[in-house]
């Protein structure tokens, strides 16, 4: 087993607590889908919001998810104006065990924030 790191994004439509929940539930059941993950591979989480987003932590959400016994830290993104610069856009960094290369990764990019990594494939 090898640890690697696993990127994730997302954006929110409004600022509520429901879609804090709603979509950051959606990116780490995805990021985990994806990459054939269970929640026991899981070492870390990082969570990132802009600094629109006030109505719930991101950790929060991935509780709701299921996901209670995983050390999670949440933190403000920069406000670097630029293209990655998108509104109401929550973040993820997750450390997790893997037997697989670290190119066979599939890094998970949703809704508005696709647009970061246009050069990751779907
Ligand atoms: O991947 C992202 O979410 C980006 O916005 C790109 C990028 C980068 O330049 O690598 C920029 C800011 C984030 O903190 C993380 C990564």
Avoid: W
Avoid at 65 to 71: K, R, T
Avoid at 103 to 122: I, K, N, T
């Amino acid at each position: 087993m090898k640890v690697a790191a696993l990127r994730g994004a997302t954006t929110l439509d409004e600022d509520t607590r429901d879609q804090v929940l709603e979509r950051t539930g959606e990116l780490i059941r995805a990021m985990l889908e994806r990459n054939d993950l269970h929640t026991d591979d899981l070492i870390s989480l990082v969570l990132t919001a802009t600094d629109d987003v006030r109505s719930e932590f991101p950790a929060a959400a991935v509780r709701a998810a299921g996901i209670s016994d995983v050390p999670m830290l949440c933190a403000r993104e920069l406000a670097i104006e630029g293209p990655s610069n998108i509104p109401r856009c929550i973040r993820l960094l997750a450390h997790l065990q893997t037997d697989r290369e670290r190119g066979e990764l599939r890094h998970v990019y949703l809704r508005d924030a696709r647009q970061l990594r246009s050069d990751l494939r779907e």
